[in-house]
Each structure stands twice: as C-alpha cells, then as structure tokens.
C-alpha cells in the first residue's frame, strides 16, 4: 500500500525526517534535506493530515546539548514548507505536554520534535521509547533514507506499533537502487573510487556480477595497481589488501569485464600541497602521493562510459576537497552529466562532490543516505525500511 493511495484526512501522521542538516552560527546553511522530505510533507498536508516531525542532528550521544537543538532546522523548515511550525520540544525528546500538543494538531498543522538523539534510546532501539513515539501519530512514514541502515527507535521501533508506510523519498531511494541491483539496462558500468578498499569490499563484490566495465579511482586504486606490481611512491596503499585486490582483478578478468585503472595520476608531496603534478604511471616519485587521477585516465573512463545505459559512481577520484585535486573528480561528474544512461550516485562523498560540480540536475539520482546507499548496494537489508514493507506484506 503507497501513501499516495491513503485516505488520512484528519490523521496525526509521524514521520521520520533526515534533518541532519548543517548549522552554522544559529543558521542552517544548507536546506537540500529539508528540500528532500517536501513532496512527502505536501502530499500528506494536502490529504488534511497532521504532521508531527521528528529526526536527530549531529551526534549529542544521548543528552541534551543546547548546540545540536533543532530549534534552527525549526526555522529552515518553516521557510521550505511555507507554512509555521509548531515546536514540540522537550530536552527529553518526550513528555506529557509533548505527547497532548500532538494530539491536539489541526488537520493541516505540523510539529516538530527535538533531537531524538538527546536520547540514548533513540539508537539503542528500546521498544519503550518507541512505543511512547508512537503516541504521536495515528500513522508512521519512513522518509529519512539516510538513516534506514540503521534499526532505531525511529524507524524500525514505532514501525511495530503504527500502520507504516515509506515516504515519497525512500520509495524513491528503494525503487532505483533497487533496480540497479535486480534489473539494470546494460552495458552497466560502475565508477569505484574513495579512500579505502577495505570500506567497499562487499560493494564490489556485489556489483562485480552484474557489471559490464568498471573503473577504478581515488585511493582506492593505489592498492590495486600496487597489486599489478606498479610502484606507487609514497601512496596510500592497504598492503594488507594486496591479495584481495588481486583476487578481485582475476574475477574481473575471468568475466570478461572491461576495466579502467588509472593510467596517469595527479601526484604530490602530501595532502598539504598547494599543486600537483600529472605523471604516467610507474613515474611516481619515492616520496610522493597520488592524490588524483589524470586526464588520460579520465579519458579511458569517457570512452568505457560512452555507450553505458547504466552507471553507479561511488567514491571520488581524488581528494576532491582540495582544489588542486579535484579535477579527476569533477572530470568524471562532468562525463557521467553528458552521458545518455541512468546515471547514479551513491556515497556521502560522492554526492557532496556532484553538488560541489554544479551538475547536479544532470544526474538520473543523487542518492540522500551515503551510508544507506551503499548498505543497500552492497545486497544488506536496510531494517528502518524492510520493518514497514515486511508488516505490509503481512497484512
Ligand atoms: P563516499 O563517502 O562517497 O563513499 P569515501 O568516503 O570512500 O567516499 O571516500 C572519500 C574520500 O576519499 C575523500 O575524502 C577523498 O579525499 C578521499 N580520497 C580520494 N582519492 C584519494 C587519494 N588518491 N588519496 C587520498 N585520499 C583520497
Ligand atoms: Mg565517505
């Protein structure tokens, strides 16, 4: 059963919202979450539903901290949804005033909670804390992707106690990543990138099946050029993953998969530099870093990419934080921006560096949960989401 298809005309609706936004100086600087969890807000406003609102912020570990209040989100919300907002906020997240002040919501009214972090309860699941949430609304709604990886309070608590359903943002979520996994148009290609093989070991080995080309980038690509037995200088590299990255290279082999490894770097004498240099590979210098990948590399990955139909990135190709750095990685987010394919991106780094490129509205989806994204592409469950759609099944 889909939320566009309920009747809740004069329901109290809770949802699970990812407002983990940034605040700087009392002021969110960057709305793009809030942004996200709008068409479901207006969907459920325009049935005449009541709306209590609640999600974590930053990391508070189960106290209250003044600091990480959503009283500025408060502020950024009302301005998104254009509507005011009532604040329900307790420095226990719950208390009698809290819980009447929801049920006494007019249709078409919204509140929001305070950090449900200020409670230890909150990650920790305690079925207590989820049955008092539940409380708040006479129906759940998930919208927060960002932490569905993770069984909370939140999520896959009050889920047990409340008819559930996903919001429009993590059917989304759910419906193309999904799709990646079960039926992608091929040629699919993948871009693997970031800082660590040890971190996507079980992404690659899951997308590994299904792919027709795949590049590897970033740090990550140290170790396995290393395991080609090419000198990477003073490189970050997991000599402890050596054998692994080989064997991963012979998979790839055995299946015929076209593969981009880089070809050229961007190399320097730590993550300080001001500049780099582009060298071919194996002209790495002893006590130099490759800190990004260079333009031959970048145009071998244009040329597997052209013809894809599908193509998931995870992982910058450099240290895109850094100017002198990021050119791999804008290269690549402008390639996949040309392309005539579902083009994907997953990664809390990813994702930070296409909206650092501009080209954001040129992709097919940005995904709105790094961790859950790759949780989700790995093959894992997600429990904050298959806690709703598995009571579904079994209604
Ligand atoms: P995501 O969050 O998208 O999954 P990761 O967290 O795996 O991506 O990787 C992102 C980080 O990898 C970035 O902070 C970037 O600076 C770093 N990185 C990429 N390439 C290199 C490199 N060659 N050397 C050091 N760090 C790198
Ligand atoms: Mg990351």
Redesign the pocket.
Known sequence: MKLQDLDLAGKRVLVRVDFNVPVEAGRVTDDSRIQGAKPTLDLLLDKGASVVLMSHRGRPKGTYKEDLSMAPVLEAAQEVLGRPILPLFSDKVLSKEVIQGAKDLEPGQVALLENLRFRQEEEANDPTFAKHLALLGEVFVNDAFGTSHRAHASNAGVARYLPSYLGLLVEREVQVLGQVLEAPESPYVAIL????VS??IDLIENLMEKLDGLVIV??MA?TFLKAQGHDLGA??VEDDKLDLAKGLLGRAKESGLDLVLPSDLVVAKG?EAESGQVVDLDQVPGDM????VGPKTLEAAGGLLESAKTVVW????????KEAFSKGTMGLAEIMAGLDAKTIVG?????AAVKKSGLEDSFYHISSG?GAS?TLLEGQDLPGISAILRKDEGQ
């Open positions: 990138g970031g800082s660590k971190d996507k970033g740090a140290n490189s970050l993550l870093m490759a800190l990004d995870n992982g910058p190709a450099g240290v895109f934080e990664g809390g780094d990813s994702a790094g790759l």
